[in-house]
C-alpha cells in the first residue's frame, strides 16, 4: 500500500539555521504531495503542495520538490525562525483515492 | 470565510459513555474526511463522506464507530461505549468538489480532543 516515511525527530536548530526535513514515499501510480505544518494545540495547515513530477511547491521561504526518480519531498528552508517552532507532516493523495497517507511528524524546534 | 469548525474542542468521556463529534465544514465544500491523531503519530484517515453518502470507510473500526453527513447540517463522527484507546485527537478535513477529486485540497479543522477517563 501507500506510505510516506519523514525523518525521526525532534530536531532543534538555532535562528536562521538551514532546515531539512526529509521525506520519501511508495505509490502505485502518481500521487499529490504535501506538507502540512501543525502548531501545539491547533489543527493542521496546508503549508506546500506538488501535483506532478518536477513540481516545486513553496510557501513562506520553505521549498520541496517533486523527485519521482528519488520518490522524494523534502522540505527545505535557508533561515529558519523561532515561530517556525512545529510539527511537520509529510502526506501523499494518490488519483483515485480520496484520503492522505500521513508520515508520522517532524517537531521542529527553533531556539532564539 | 471561516474555515473547517469543529466542537467540541475537547471531550471528556468515561468508558461506556457515547462520544459525539462535529465538523462543519468550509463554505462550498461538499466532501469531508475525519482522521485519528494517536498521540506521538501521525494522522490515520477514518472515513470520507459527501453529502449523505460515504464514500470511502477503509480506515473505520468496525464496531462502535459512525460518521453521518446529512444533507443539512454538520457531519458527526460517533464513538459509542467509548473505551480508554479512544483517546486521541479526531480531525475534520474538507474540500471542495473538483473533475479530479483527490487533487483538491483538504483544509482542516481545529480537532477534538478526546480523553477516555
Known amino acids: 500500500g501507500n506510505s510516506v516515511t519523514q525523518m525521526e525527530g525532534p530536531v532543534t536548530l538555532s535562528e536562521e539555521a538551514f532546515l531539512t526535513i526529509n521525506c520519501t514515499y511508495t505509490?502505485?501510480?502518481?500521487?499529490?504531495l504535501f506538507w502540512y505544518v501543525q502548531y501545539p494545540g491547533e489543527g493542521l495547515q496546508l503549508l506546500l503542495k506538488a501535483t506532478k513530477a518536477d513540481d516545486k511547491g513553496s510557501n513562506k521561504g520553505f521549498e520541496a520538490t517533486y523527485r519521482k526518480e528519488t520518490t522524494s519531498f523534502h522540505l527545505e528552508k535557508g533561515s529558519v525562525q523561532v515561530s517556525d517552532s512545529a510539527v511537520y507532516f509529510c502526506?501523499?493523495?494518490?488519483?483515485?483515492?480520496?484520503?492522505?497517507?500521513f508520515g508520522k511528524g517532524t517537531k521542529l524546534t527553533v531556539n532564539p | 470565510n471561516a474555515g473547517v469548525m469543529q466542537n467540541p474542542r475537547h471531550l471528556v468521556r468515561r468508558r461506556g459513555q457515547e462520544a459525539r463529534l462535529r465538523c462543519s465544514p468550509m463554505?462550498?465544500?461538499?466532501?469531508v474526511y475525519w482522521y485519528r491523531q494517536l498521540p506521538e503519530e501521525g494522522l490515520k484517515f477514518m472515513v470520507y463522506l459527501q453529502k449523505e453518502n460515504i464514500i470511502d470507510e477503509s480506515g473505520m473500526p468496525k464496531e462502535r464507530f459512525s460518521a453521518e453527513f446529512p444533507k443539512e447540517g454538520p457531519s458527526i463522527l460517533r464513538i459509542q461505549q467509548v473505551v480508554r484507546g479512544d483517546s486521541a485527537a479526531y480531525f475534520c478535513a474538507s474540500s471542495r468538489p473538483g473533475r479530479t477529486a483527490s487533487r483538491e485540497t483538504q483544509y482542516f479543522g481545529p480537532g477534538t480532543r478526546l480523553l477516555v477517563l
Open positions: 505509490a502505485t501510480g502518481y500521487p499529490s
Open positions: 463554505k462550498g465544500h461538499s466532501h
Open positions: 502526506a501523499l493523495s494518490e488519483g483515485g483515492s480520496e484520503k492522505l497517507v
